[in-house]
């Protein structure tokens, strides 16, 4: 198994160099705050790699969730705060593909929930929700893992592709209408690049 | 901080920007004084704006009132972060704490105002929808 603290470092990373493109995204149609925001969420996340590769996956999502939670000082902070706390709570301490399928469809829930959110809304969700579900289709085949990450990666670059196209009803793009169209969604962006990720991380295991 | 047993109900206002918050603050303080326990927090706690759940958390304690808290927000994440913050309360405090759709600085004024002569926390969180 990876590491957490290890895999979270590597997301912070990779939020750190794309910081710009997530700040660039979000004043087109938001507030321009999402790269930051995200960037001083995961930066603390990453400080305590040490600390969170000593707990097991599950509690250390929560842990890392929790600080999201109170560093980040924008929405996302409550919304991927949110998707690791609970979804940490359902992935366990020895998470099989089929717990991780569970784990994100638990915190996709979660996210849900806190956002108010639906499918089409033009948000993250528009990345999580087809991972979701083509990780689940591809647990449900028996698919090997090598398939199972190929699928998943293409469907979060789809879903993202998909928020170009789409009115924002969430958030400060939805007081843009129709100018909202055009852009792709920063938080999809983000959502998309963190399943990338973790996608890599999980394909590189020996 | 958590034994004010005003008889009163609580206002937060919540802002992404610390000058906003404090305005609304001062207005609300300019008309009804030391009646109506008032807490204000903004800025993402590390100098920017945003909004800080720990800092609303402790706004939440510091206008706390037995009465019940009516929080003020700006705009959505401001929201989300109140919803975060009045889940680090015990249970049981929970539902004595209600985030008001209004405006900010209107629904704030609104609010104290009505909080000041007692009115309950529905009476409140009313004063503060109808604002507008």
Redesign the interface.
């Known amino acids: 198994m990876i590491n957490p603290g290890t895999l979270l470092q590597t997301l912070a990373q990779v939020i750190r160099d794309n910081a710009d493109e997530l700040t660039d995204l979000d004043q087109a149609i938001g507030?321009g705050?999402h790269g930051?925001?995200m960037r001083?969420g995961f930066d603390a996340v990453a400080e305590m790699a040490d600390e969170l590769n000593a707990l097991d996956p599950g509690s250390a999502l929560q842990k890392a969730g929790m600080t999201l939670?109170?560093?980040?000082?924008?929405?996302?902070?409550?919304?991927y705060?949110s998707l690791l706390m609970t979804g940490g709570k359902s992935l366990g301490s020895d998470p099989g593909v089929n717990d991780m399928a569970a784990a994100l469809r638990s915190g996709i829930d979660a996210v849900c929930r806190?956002?108010k959110a639906e499918p089409g809304d033009k948000t993250m969700l528009d990345v999580l929700l087809p991972v979701s579900k083509t990780l689940e289709a591809c647990v449900a085949n028996g698919d090997d893992p090598a398939v199972t990450l190929a699928a998943v990666r293409q469907a979060g670059s789809q879903g993202l592709e998909s928020t170009r196209d789409m009115l924002a009803r969430?958030?400060?793009a939805s007081f843009l209408g129709e100018r909202s169209i055009g852009h792709l969604d920063p938080g999809a962006r983000s959502a998309q690049l963190i399943i990338e990720a973790v996608c890599q991380a999980l394909g590189a295991k020996p | 901080m958590t034994d004010n047993h005003s008889s009163n109900v609580g206002i937060v206002i919540v802002s992404h920007s610390p000058l906003v918050a404090r305005g609304a603050a001062d207005m609300v303080h300019q008309m009804v004084g030391e009646s109506v326990p008032l807490a204000w927090c903004g800025g993402n706690g590390a100098g920017g704006l945003g909004t800080d759940v720990a800092g609303i958390h402790e706004g939440i304690e510091k206008a706390w009132s037995t009465r019940g808290v009516a929080v003020l927000v700006d705009l959505g994440g401001a929201e989300m972060n109140t919803e975060m913050a009045i889940e680090l309360l015990e249970a049981s405090r929970r539902p004595m704490v209600t985030i008001c759709n209004a405006a900010i600085v209107e629904g704030a004024v609104m609010a104290a105002t009505e909080a000041s002569i007692g009115s309950d926390l529905p009476t409140v969180v009313s004063a503060a929808e109808d604002a507008i």
């Open positions: 507030d705050d930051v925001n001083r939670v109170m560093k980040v000082g924008g929405a996302s902070g409550p919304l705060g806190r956002g969430k958030g400060r």
